[in-house]
């Protein structure tokens, strides 16, 4: 039959093609046709095309067209729109044709718009109207031409439009039209699912319908809906295998069968819909196996055919998990497909080899020297998919082969797709058998060294987290890590490194930067400068770059005097003013001379148990406490803060102190204000008369107020009433310990007495504001106390976690635009620095800012609770500035919050406390 | 389900496409560019299935057109070669004898055709005898008008 197919030569094309079967096309398609052909270059091709565009755009318009001349334009146009150039002047008339045209001029209308047209389209909402005529109309072609353009053309929300009649032609007599309408509904179903929730019952009786070729058509519609919701389709099971025994009986017409196959369409469908029901019902799958066994027996494999549906019925067999005799048998059809000599099915054997192979790997012995020879197939496709059998028949014993093969498809491939799936299954591999840490080293290593450029981001976190585990963490072996080391800086080195990798090495030497101390001092410094100097070096990989030398400065494991000499050189070279900061910062640290001894672990306080008597003693003066927002509202009588207008004094709980009006203003005039102003100045100058002033010096008002009158009414009064109290349990219940156990954990003290001499001295030697503060209230040296803790080097270790934090989010904002945020925060600092004139109150504001840029660099959106935690971290490590400022970060996106924040910053010299932060961030959002 | 289906020449010209997926223009002339040449650069005795991104490519070669389909990762590429199979099959009953020529210049028949064997990617009439029966009623219309007792005739009456 296919002797002589096509065996018509081009030639005729080239002498204008009147040879043609059926009816022959319009001399002018012909002599386009011929053009075309005869077109030796793109260019000349365009050329023809473009005049004939020209033509047809003034005949198609011109008043008066004979249909079958339309008729013609539409085809040339069609087939222009084919060859890639642009026809939407056409689309109009291709509406047309299908609206004015009849019988055959319909179709082709109809088929123009589907060519030319897209589901998207404006004009679709014209043709609207005329599929619906001509679903109307009682002439079976056009119904049939309506629906398939519907089912081609109609989006989602034009669908309730024809649905009814769509859903009305189930019930027509010919089943044809039955037939095209299931699967009209089919389409519809795809793109809208619920619409067609209410016809349900009418699409699952197509399945009885007495016409084979309808029946057939939807078991497709049904297996739709199996895939969406397999559970609640096992009703369906038991009319399928009915279908299924059927078919294999030869119940059907026979003009269904193919190729002496009865109805192998169907079959396969319907075995696929059953793989998908077997796993929730145990009595299906009994009756599924044993029909797949009749399927199995009377299979003839002469046809082609019959191996696709010996494909499906294996693949069956492998999804329902079966008795071992089925995949015994399964297996011995497989060997079948694999010993072929056709490639096709060589290919699907092995692919279904891959599978067999996961159930129990002791099906791929047989196959060892072909598994082997295959490896050097010369068919990339089945060479490939051999890969998967090797994958899947590792274990301890060959798991080192199998990787070295895997990583040299790695190395030789160049396919994105293939590299990222052969990852996969290095990872795996390494995940699943521990065996050498050196091999596991290697083959991470070369995996990433291949294809991290490819890699998602998934994926890398996955290997980051196995290389974590495994020996980042203190028992881990010091040679592994060692080595781990020594791959990391090779890395390093090499200037074809991807970025992913070096990001990733970058992390690692972060975390093992003690094994350095080994190397020679310029060295190490020439190794992290190169990198930051590197032309065109990521923000990403210069931030990594900056916490491993903060993270050498902090250990000490760098001369710092070089170190600054050093990095002071490259601050002579182009570099974000953001890294520019940083550097400033590690050489100050440098001649400051801090050091921290790296076991002396920070243990992070994230309940805050040092806030604790803090806030029960604020309680017990009669504080508010505080409140979720869920409970807010809910309290009549109870002052809420911006919700309400009227300055109404608060009914209970506590005083309100009532200051002069005055600014919740936006963040430019905070940010303008870069001279001194006193706060005198800078409250009259935003005198907003019916706005209460919320934000003082000292965080909220009505908390500042109770914080100064604290050490007074100690001993005083107590207003407890039992429903505070119950608050108070229910939020720091269980918390509540001793504050100086807690901190103990940064300063490191071993014992009380040497803490209390601490602080005592401490007390004494602060100068200035600092120990004003601190003589009035004990409470609050705990914020001066976590301060001053910076001295001591243990801040290094914040800032290491903000950079992490930062660049493990990734920065979406440009270098510029970061640079753009730091100038907007040096405004910040400024007012800062005039806040404070000790040198100390100045580090700690350029601290801050850096806490607060990191987190613009972040540019993250995440949740508050998670946030929160972050927050609790910084301020744990670095006094509460930080989490204040990591605040202003986040509320970035509500401006009201921010301007209140960064208020309060500048007034507070930082003293504010988590919990008001807290509460601050939930009066915000709920004023929202 | 299929995504798509293409015949190109061996030049690469391409000769018939329908997408059942929605996509851009643009990205479709380039999914066809980057298709042509790769299935052009396989070999006669390499294996018709082919895994691209997330799709499944099976192609065939009649004569000097290659068909070409995309289907998803869980379809069954051997059904689908024959799918193939059958239209090359109806074509050729049509045309008596198909060639490439014929699908060049009768291509809406051709797509008239592909219609009544796939709507929407999925299989929607097996039988051939169906088929024809379907296409050659169109045909009668294109003769000016349905003589009388026509579906009688052909068997939709």
Redesign the interface.
Known sequence: ??G?????T?T??ATG?S???????SAG??TF?GKVSRANSKSDEAHVVATELKNLAANIAAPNQSMVQMRDYL?RV??IC???YEVEFACIHAVKLAQLGT??DK??GY?AC??LL???HDLILLLINTIQKDLKSSN??DN?AAM?AA??LVPAELIPSLLPMIVAKLQHQ?E?VR??AV??L??FQ?LAPDLLAHCKESLERALLDKDP?VM??AV?LVAYSIQRNAAGCIHLGDPLVSVLQQIVARKLSD??N?QTIP????Q?QII?CLSALVPHSEVLKTKVSSIIRVILQRNSIKE??A??IL??CIQCIVKMAPEKDLLDESAQHVKRFVNSSN??L???GVKMLVSLVALNPAYAVEYQDMIVQSLEH??T??H?KMHGVLYGIACEANVKVVCSKLLQQLKISSDR??KAELATMVVSLVSRFPVEPQWQINSLFNTLWCSSGDLDRTMLKDIKQLIGDRFLSKDCDPQCQQYLLQKCISALVSDKTAIPLLQIALWIVGSLCSFLKNMEDDKVLMLFTNLLLQENMPFSIQSAVITCIHKLVAMGIVEQVSMATKLTECLSHELPLVIKQQLNIIIKMCSLKLKVDPSDTVVMDLTLTFLDDLVCARLEAGAEPYRPSHLRHSLPGQHIILTSQSPAAPSSGLEVEEVDESMIGDRATVDSSSSPKTDTERDSSLIQPDIKRVWGKQGRLDASKEKKSTPKNLTGQKRTSSEQDNLAKALFGGLQKNEKASLKVFTGFEDDDQYDDYLNNFKTDLPGPWSNRLRSSIPENVNVETMSIRNTGIIQESFNVLNQFAMSNESTKTPKENEIDYLQLQGDINLKKDASNENNGEQISEGSLYNDLNNKLAGAEVDFDAQLSQLLEASVTSGDVHCLHRTDGFFKEDPVSKTAVSEIALENDGFLDVESCRIKHSIYTDSD | MMQFMLLFSRQGK????KWYA?HQDKMK?KITRELVTLVLSR?P???????W??LKIVYKR????YFCCAIEP?D????T??VIH?Y??LL?K?????????I??????A??ML?ELL??G??????K??VLK?IA??DL??EEE?PQGF?EDHG?G
């Open positions: 039959m296919f002589n197919l096509f065996g018509k081009t005729t094309i093609g040879d043609t079967s059926g009816d022959a096309a398609f012909t046709i085809c069609a087939y084919m060859m890639g019988n055959y179709r082709i088929l589907c060519l897209h589901r998207n079976i072609l049939l398939t089912a081609q010919r044809l037939q095209k699967l009209c089919h389409q795809f070729g057939a058509v497709q003009i269904f193919y109805f192998p369409w169907l396969i696929k082609k055919m191996f696709a494909y499906e490639p096709n060589q290919y699907i010369k068919d496709v089945i490939k797709f293939w | 391409l000769r018939l496409q929605a002339k070999k005795k390499m294996c018709s299935f082919l895994e991104k997330d009649y004569a000097s057109l869980e069954n590429e051997l059904l070669l024959e059958r090359v099959e050729d049509y045309f008596g004898s198909v060639c490439e020529l014929d060049i210049f009768n291509f809406e028949k797509y008239f219609d709507l929407g999925e299989v929607q009439e097996t039988s005898k169906n379907a009623a169109q219309l294109q349905t579906f939709l």
